[in-house]
C-alpha cells in the first residue's frame, strides 16, 4: 500500500505518494529528478548514491524511503551556495580529483559527512572514513588530498 513521504530534499519541502519500502534513490532520482547521485551496487557497497539524511551519510539505494520521511536530504545538487562552491567540491576541483565523474558526488558527499564529524582527521582516518566510496579509476592519492585540502579550508574559514 501506498504512502504519503514528506522529504525536505536540497532545503525544498517535496512529497510523494510510493511504496513506503522503496529505495530512496528511486525516489530522488525517478520521482523528484535529483540525478546528481548515482546508482552504483544497489547494496550500500560502492557508495556511489551517497546522500546526507540530517546530515548523517546514508546509502539511499538501500534505505527504504520511509525511513527517509520528514528528514532532511542533502545531494551534490545543494552543497553550494549560489555560485559559490562547498569547500569540498571546491577541494575536489583544485586538486583534480575528479575523473570519470561517477563515484564524485559521494565521495563529496561522504567528506563532508567526515569534516562535520571530524574536521581535523589523520590521513588514516580520511582512508578509513572513505572506504566505503569505491572509485573505479582509481584517484584515492587526489581525493585523499582534495579531503586534507578541504580540512584545511574549512579551519582556515573558521579561525578567521
Excluded at 31 to 38: F, R
Excluded at 87 to 99: K, R, S
Aim: hydrophobic content about 35%; proline content about 5%; charged content about 25%.
Amino acid at each position: 500500500m501506498d504512502a504519503k513521504i514528506t522529504l525536505t530534499v536540497n532545503g525544498k519541502e517535496r512529497t510523494v505518494v510510493t511504496d513506503p519500502e522503496r529505495p530512496l534513490l528511486d525516489v530522488l532520482r525517478e520521482d523528484l529528478q535529483v540525478t546528481g547521485l548515482k546508482y552504483g551496487c544497489g547494496k550500500g557497497l560502492c557508495g556511489a548514491c551517497t546522500v546526507l539524511v540530517d546530515g548523517k551519510r546514508t546509502h539511499p539505494c538501500v534505505t527504504p524511503v520511509a525511513k527517509a520521511d520528514k528528514q532532511k536530504i542533502t545531494t551534490i545538487e545543494g552543497l553550494a551556495d549560489g555560485d559559490r562552491l562547498h569547500p569540498v567540491q571546491q577541494a575536489f576541483l583544485d586538486v583534480g580529483a575528479i575523473q570519470c565523474g561517477y563515484c564524485t558526488p559521494g565521495m563529496i558527499l561522504s567528506a563532508v559527512a567526515l569534516l562535520e564529524e571530524n574536521p581535523r582527521p589523520t590521513d588514516e582516518q580520511i582512508a578509513e572514513w572513505m572506504n566505503v566510496n569505491i572509485c573505479r579509476c582509481n584517484g584515492y592519492t587526489k581525493i585523499l588530498n582534495a579531503v586534507r585540502r578541504a580540512a584545511a579550508q574549512i579551519a582556515e574559514v573558521k579561525r578567521s
